[in-house]
């Protein structure tokens, strides 16, 4: 049974995590990884997100990258996400199943570990229309950490604390979905959904400050 307590999330445990880590994937995911681990604790302290659960989000959110195409697909089967996922997701966008057979493989291993933390590591990939805090702040971490180095990241690093966490979030996503666009690639079917949740709420937000001015 999951928590949404951090104590299990000792020193101990995340630097037991991170040793196994550096035999699951590459040195340079690895490397990746580290630097998520760090963006997403920066970023908790500026938007009063719990720093230690955002740091131990990024350190396990590529738990499962190591996976190629296909074992990544079995990875998935075997752990029984094809019903909830559908069988055309995990047969045409293993991209994005790591994210899923990660937080489902660490939750069955390590109780330990809070229900919001897996969460987020299961939402990091495609995001949700619901997405929390702690969701919100390794989703902007994955993408702003150190090693990223193309497109828009810089402008999206200089709005970090400029505007609030949703607003960053919102300009993360918008991000990747123009580069998937760009890139003709295959989309999850969610993500004009959660899009659309977005601008909208954008909207209204707006709408609400223009009727308080």
């Known amino acids: 049974m999951t928590t949404d307590d951090a104590s299990g999330l000792t020193d101990e445990f995340l630097a037991a995590r991170e040793e196994e880590l550096a035999g699951r994937v590459s040195p340079r995911r690895l490397e990746h990884i580290r630097g998520v681990a760090a963006t997403a604790a920066r970023l908790a302290r500026a938007y009063g997100v719990d720093e230690r659960k955002a740091y131990a989000a990024g350190l396990l959110h590529d ?20 019903e909830r996922l559908g069988p055309w997701l995990v047969e045409h966008m293993p991209q994005v199943l790591h994210a899923y057979t990660a937080a489902e493989a660490l939750g069955r291993a390590f109780p330990e570990i809070p229900a919001d933390v897996l969460r987020a590591i299961d939402r990091h990939t495609v995001a949700a229309e619901d997405m929390g805090p702690l969701d919100m702040v390794l989703y902007v971490a994955d993408a702003l950490e150190p090693g990223r180095r193309f497109g828009r990241i810089d402008e999206l690093r200089a709005a970090e604390g400029e505007v609030g966490l949703e607003e960053l979030f919102f300009l993360t996503y918008e991000y990747w979905v123009y580069l998937l666009l760009e890139r003709r690639r295959l989309m999850h079917p969610d993500t004009i959904r959660i899009w659309n949740t977005y601008v909208a709420r954008r909207a209204s937000r707006k709408g609400s400050d223009r009727d308080r001015s």
């Open 63 to 82: 738990w499962d990258k190591g996976y190629d195409d296909e074992g990544i697909r079995q990875r998935a089967r075997d752990l029984g996400l094809e």
